[in-house]
Structures are given as structure tokens and as C-alpha cells.
């Protein structure tokens, strides 16, 4: 079908900062006392917002994490973000690809709304995203996976959901589109697809996802 809005989750997709971000997480909560691995952090965190860290923690421990928790993380993945924090490959020519076609697209993420600036600032892609494509986690009040932030992406843009399709490498957000009543792309190049279940269908490398939204090589 022919979608009248692609909905771009970010961290992953449009921004590599799943790596970055997943180190550190799971680096700071070891050094709190709560032993983390890389693996661990991205199964258990992975497209969600950050109040599911304070969540999970409590709820495998009792314990809460410390009041500047969040302030604490953010500092440090901007930090690494400065550094090191790189596009997607190939996903500016697919955004190129959209604007030529006249095809609208948004970008609804777990991350708040500095995060998402901060990492399209450091990865280059602030040209492609006007503010009123952007929208948070921030903005409603359940994140991922619950359907929430992409039908309010939805609306906003002016799109029924039917007519919408999500681009999500992770878990929480495929269950989250498909809630939405959305089609849904997984982008393995995190997980395999065997991790995303639910997706309508599946491709690796960026440049595959031209074809999948109809827009040709």
C-alpha cells in the first residue's frame, strides 16, 4: 500500500545510538549496585522510556534509584553523543528520498525531546526534522508499548493510523505500533527478527527500506 506518513522511531533508526546508549546505562546502573551487562540493557530497556529503568529496578529489587538518576544518565549519553554519535547509515538518503516524493514523515521516540535535538544536532540530521515533526514520550502519558505516542503522532500529523507505517528496531516499539493499529518495519540491525515479533516485515541494512514504503531504488 501506498502510507500516507512513515513514522521514524529514533534512537537506532535515525540515530546509532543504541550502542552509546545501552553501554552507558548499563555502566552507570553496575556502578549503582545493580550489576547490568550490555546484553541486559538492551533487552530489558530498548525502546522505552526512562521511567522503565526506574520501573524494572524497583520492581526486581525494591530499591529506588537516586533522585538525579536521570539527570546523571542524560549527561553522560550526551556526553558519548558528542563523541561519537553517528547516523544511521543510508537513512539520509531515505529521508531525501521522502521529501523528493512528498511522502510526510515524523519521528515518535521513548527519548525525551532534548535528547532526540541533542542527537540529530550531533549526527546531522537537524535539517530534516522541523520541530513539529518531533514528537517525546514526553508528550503522553504511557511510552512504549503502549499505542499512545504513535497515535498521538498520528493525529498530529493529521494521518489516520491505518494509513501510517512505523520503522522500530526494537520490541517495545513493534508491540506499540501494532497496538496502534499501524503496520510496522522492523529494522534488524540490532535484533533479529525473531526478537521483533509482529512486524509486517523486515529488512537489514537502510537502504532496503526505499522498496518497503514503495518509493523504488
Not at 521513548?110 to 514520550?137: D, K, M, N, P, T
Not at 503522532?153 to 520503522?167: I, N, R
Request: aromatic share 8%; proline share 6%.
Amino acid at each position: 500500500m501506498v502510507y500516507q506518513l512513515v513514522i521514524f522511531d529514533n534512537d537506532g533508526v535515525l540515530v546509532d545510538s543504541e550502542p552509546l546508549s545501552n553501554t552507558v546505562l548499563a555502566e552507570y546502573l553496575t556502578e549503582l549496585g545493580h550489576p547490568t551487562t550490555y546484553e541486559d540493557s538492551l533487552r530489558d530497556y530498548m525502546g522505552g522510556a526512562v521511567h522503565r529503568i526506574h520501573d524494572v529496578v524497583h520492581e526486581r529489587t525494591g530499591q529506588r534509584l537516586p533522585d538525579d538518576f536521570d539527570r546523571v544518565l542524560h549527561e553522560r549519553i550526551f556526553a558519548a553523543f558528542a563523541r561519537e554519535l553517528r547516523p544511521v547509515p543510508g537513512v539520509t538518503e531515505v529521508l531525501g528520498e521522502l521529501s523528493a516524493h512528498g511522502v510526510p514523515y515524523c519521528v515518535a521516540s521513548s527519548s525525551s525531546h532534548e535528547r532526540i535535538r541533542v542527537g540529530h544536532r550531533a549526527a546531522g540530521l537537524g535539517e530534516w526534522f522541523e520541530e513539529e515533526w518531533i514528537f517525546s514520550a514526553e508528550d503522553v502519558g504511557r511510552g512504549k508499548p503502549a499505542p499512545d505516542l504513535f497515535l498521538h503522532a498520528a493525529d498530529m500529523m493529521g494521518v489516520h493510523p491505518s494509513q501510517c507505517v512505523v520503522v522500530e528496531d526494537s520490541p517495545l516499539g513493534v508491540e506499540a505500533a501494532r497496538a496502534a493499529g499501524m503496520d510496522v518495519l522492523g529494522f534488524t540491525s540490532m535484533l533479529p527478527a525473531s526478537k521483533l515479533p509482529g512486524a509486517t516485515a523486515f529488512f537489514g541494512e537502510m537502504k532496503e527500506l526505499s522498496a518497503l514504503l514503495g518509493l523504488g531504488v
